[in-house]
């Protein structure tokens, strides 16, 4: 029997700030296994309709992996930082 992982995609942010990103949906990266997690975040990435966003939680500043959705998309994806650290980096990755 084959194990489930659940990518706990979140309707809605739980930090509390109060800014939009509270009603877009959260991706927790950490509920990724570490093998497939770049793979599985570029999947949501590049699901994004024009206007589109969500929420990425990650259990560190995500730098490589912002690369490598730069090179893929270029400035057809925004990112901006909601959080940052300690415990958690949220960004928030919208599509042009």
């Known amino acids: 029997m084959r194990a489930v992982t659940e990518l706990n995609l979140t309707p809605k942010s739980a930090c509390g700030c109060g800014a939009a990103h509270d ?11 570490h093998a497939v997690r770049h793979a ?13 966003a ?3 939680v990650a259990p560190h500043d995500p730098v490589p992996l912002l690369a490598q959705i730069a090179e893929r998309h270029g400035d057809d994806i925004a990112v901006d ?5 300690p415990e958690a980096w949220k960004l928030k990755l919208t599509r042009a």
Not at 81 to 85: E, L, N
Request: hydrophobic fraction near 45%; aromatic fraction near 6%.
């Open 40 to 52: 599985a975040i570029h999947g949501v990435v590049d699901s994004l309709q024009p206007g589109a």
């Open 81 to 85: 930082y909601v959080q940052r650290g």
């Open 23 to 33: 009603q877009l949906p959260e991706l927790d990266a950490t509920a990724i296994p």
């Open 54 to 56: 969500f929420v990425l």
